[in-house]
């Protein structure tokens, strides 16, 4: 998969960018174990298709398969290689604003775009599963407790919308160029959607993550009477602090 993944790109004279997070998959472990967590003839949404070695692997297990890529030169490259086949639709387009409206969310997420980009997926859409390929950091805090120095609002936001569990790690050489960072999989089952609100309160509880909870929280529109500190509440915690805020404002 290197050997073929490198001449594409040369052919297509495409040099990977930093900014795209582009670091084709070249492990096909990797692409065994997105499979193995889809469930068959699903709709799939994949996220940044990139040269589409994931996207063919799914055309076969889903009913359908919604390849989003922003690169408009990986765009042209994918409805070239996907003419024809009716089980894939590609669309050039920004993940930061596409619709999420699929049974089954994937993708090796763009390093630069997964903390905004999950925030979406704990807010929006109608989607039951997802499988994301992270960078194994952003993997770790989606699963941490309160109390640790990653603990924060995509840790509070996976807990409540999801069960998490963390899948498998892959090292640098299991893409190209191969990146700085492991990488980890992780697979979402969605319990219940948050509101956006949600997400916007808890950006102001964390900006002052070290500070006592019932000096920070009234700053928010809630309250708080223990002597905790803003990083020690559990997502329970900040969850009935936010209806707190609703019903002061009314809401
Ligand atoms: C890590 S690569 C994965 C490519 C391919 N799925 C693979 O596994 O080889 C991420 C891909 O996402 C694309 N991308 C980057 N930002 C994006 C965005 N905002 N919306 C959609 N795709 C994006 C990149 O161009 C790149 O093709």
Redesign the pocket.
């Known amino acids: 998969m290197l050997g073929w993944t490198r001449a594409e790109l040369a052919r297509l004279g495409v040099r990977p960018?930093k900014k795209?997070?582009?670091?084709?998959?070249v492990n096909p472990k990797i692409i065994e174990y997105f499979l193995s967590q889809v469930p068959p003839s699903s709709l799939v949404l994949e996220?940044?298709?990139?040269?589409g070695?994931?996207t063919e692997a799914l055309s076969s297990r889903a009913s359908k398969v919604i390849a989003?890529?922003?690169?408009k030169r990986?765009c042209e490259y994918l409805a070239k290689r996907f003419k024809g086949n009716e089980k894939v639709l590609i669309v050039c387009?920004?993940?930061?604003e596409y619709p999420l409206e699929a049974e089954i969310l994937v993708?090796?997420?763009?390093y630069?775009?997964s903390g905004p980009f999950l925030g979406r997926v704990f807010t929006e859409g109608k989607w039951k599963k997802a499988v994301f390929l992270l960078q194994k950091e952003v993997a770790e805090r989606l699963v941490t407790e309160p109390g640790t120095k990653e603990y924060g609002r995509l840790s509070v936001m996976a807990q409540l919308c999801c069960d998490v569990e963390l899948g498998p790690k892959w090292g640098p050489k299991s893409f190209w160029p191969p990146p700085e960072v492991e990488s980890q999989h992780v697979v979402l089952k969605r319990k219940r959607s948050l509101p956006k609100e949600f997400s916007q309160f808890l950006a102001c509880v964390f900006s002052q993550r070290n500070k006592k909870a019932k000096k920070v929280l009234p700053r928010c529109g809630s309250s708080w009477e223990g002597e905790e500190r803003v990083r020690e509440l559990t997502p329970q915690h900040l969850w009935e602090a936010f209806e707190r805020s609703r019903t002061l404002k009314g809401v």
């Open positions: 960018s795209l997070g582009q670091n084709f998959t996220i940044g298709a990139g040269l070695v994931l989003l890529e922003k690169d990986l387009g920004d993940a930061l993708g090796s997420l763009p630069s775009i």
